[in-house]
T-cell receptor, first 111, second 115 residues
Framework: AQKVTQAQTEISVVEKEDVTLDCVYE???????LFWYKQPPSGELVFLIR??????QNEISGRYSWNFQKSTSSFNFTITASQVVDSAVYFC????????FGKGTKLTVNP | DTGVSQNPRHKITKRGQNVTFRCDPI?????LYWYRQTLGQGPEFLTY????????KSRLLSDRFSAERPKGSFSTLEIQRTEQGDSAMYLC?????????????FGPGTRLTVL
């Protein structure tokens, strides 16, 4: 069965701090993808990134970076120099025909 | 793309009443998904359609729930004889193609409160 675990329920940081959100997944598939979504207070899920299991290179997009380690089944997300606008719930998801989501990590960035 | 739209955005109903939600996916998106999200949890899959065919239903979708996508465009989700446990955010998503690599675009959701 597919499973995603986000052990951090809530994280609170002060603006400009770096923060890492953890994601551990379980799948029997040999080829798979992983997604991260952001859900701001407005409620609408926003797609952030897709990675496939063949590509373990870290990816950087502005202040966001992702570390995918197949050996530990982890796909962690780091926000550098956090900003108040980063406050949201972040979900890691494992797609098959449907998305299997973790429970999410609520990030609060305080000014 | 105008995005996925859902109506109504909020629905308050009394226990035992029937409710119906509508989802309009992004045009030309063949796949349409319904998820349910309760407070503090991630979205949970309910069902999905490939065009007008309903291909999978979750065990979460009891007999009181029914979903349709009659012409392969918009979809409706009906809950009969609502219970307080049905209170949740109901999310709709669409994707252009099948395949796990395809991003699902989500609508703003319908928040249901059952009194």
């Amino acid at each position: 069965a597919q499973k995603v675990t986000q052990a951090q329920t809530e994280i609170s940081v002060v603006e400009k701090e770096d923060v890492t959100l953890d994601c551990v997944y379980e799948t029997r598939d040999t080829t798979y993808y992983l997604f991260w979504y952001k859900q701001p207070p407005s409620g609408e899920l926003v797609f952030l990134i897709r990675r496939n299991s063949f590509d373990e290179q870290n990816e950087i997009s502005g202040r966001y970076s992702w570390n995918f380690q197949k050996s530990t089944s982890s796909f962690n997300f780091t926000i550098t120099a956090s900003q108040v606008v980063d406050s949201a719930v972040y979900f890691c998801a494992l797609p098959s025909e449907k998305l299997v989501f973790g429970k999410g990590t609520k990030l609060t960035v305080n000014p | 793309d105008t995005g996925v739209s859902q109506n109504p955005r909020h629905k308050i109903t009394k226990r035992g009443q029937n409710v119906t939600f509508r989802c309009d996916p992004i045009s030309e998106h063949n796949r349409l998904y319904w998820y349910r999200q309760t407070l503090g949890q991630g979205p949970e899959f309910l069902t999905y359609f490939q065009n007008e065919a309903q291909l999978e239903k979750s065990r979460l979708l009891s007999d009181r729930f029914s979903a349709e996508r009659p012409k392969g465009s918009f979809s409706t989700l009906e809950i009969q004889r609502t219970e307080q446990g049905d209170s949740a955010m109901y999310l709709c998503a669409s994707s252009r193609l099948a395949g796990s690599y395809n991003e699902q675009f989500f609508g703003p959701g319908t928040r249901l409160t059952v009194l």
